[in-house]
């Protein structure tokens, strides 16, 4: 029971910084800091531990790891279409 209490509110506090982050991205589009390699790296690396942590039973993490997931295909679908939008103006660059 107390391991579950501290699960949840690792998590809870966890996703709340993530929500904050991703309010301030989602404001000001601005994914500049982020390359696809880094973010792809991210991706793989969030998928593993998605599976490790459901395969140990740890739910609560699986659920934190599947949202930072979620946030990383969003920065990805922005990079991409920040990136064709600048091919489109400027086809030489």
Do not use: C, H
């Amino acid at each position: 029971m107390k391991g579950d209490i501290l699960a949840l509110s690792a998590v809870s506090l966890g996703v709340f910084q993530l929500m904050v982050s991703f309010r301030d991205l989602l404001k000001t589009d601005n994914v500049e800091s982020y390359s696809v390699p880094y973010i792809s790296v991210g991706l793989l690396s969030s998928s593993l531990w998605i599976t490790y942590q459901y395969k140990k039973g740890a739910n609560y993490s699986v659920i934190y790891s599947s949202l930072v997931f979620a946030i990383q295909l969003y920065i990805l679908s922005r990079l991409l279409s920040k990136a064709k939008t600048r091919e489109k103006r400027d086809p030489k660059a």
